[in-house]
């Protein structure tokens, strides 16, 4: 895996913003496979009463600013058990509160 290319202040101010307690990529980014049109998966959690209701498609917008394209927002316990293994395989930690 390569490194992901992010600014990791603004990435750390968006998080702060939305109560996310930790940030995760998996998918191609993660598996380094990403090309100039993939977007980037990413696994999140939230701190203990937060919830994100509508703000979630906020919190999507403002990564989207941070990385520079798409990106897909998983909530990490809402994994589809089918595919569950394989994404928790892939991800690699981006932010921890």
Known sequence: M???DVDMRRLRRVCERYG???LEVFGSVARGEDGPDSDVD????????FRLGFSLFDLEDDLSAVFGR??????R??????IRQQVLDDAR???AA
């Not at 990413?42 to 009463?49: A, E, I, M, N, V």
């Not at 798409?70 to 909530?75: A, Q, S």
């Not at 316990?77 to 089918?82: E, G, R």
């Open 2 to 4: 390569r490194p992901v």
């Open 20 to 22: 996310v307690a930790s």
């Open 42 to 49: 990413l696994l999140f959690t939230l701190k203990p009463g």
């Open 70 to 75: 798409p990106v897909d927002l998983v909530r």
């Open 77 to 82: 316990s809402s994994v589809n058990q089918y």
């Open 93 to 95: 930690p981006l932010y």
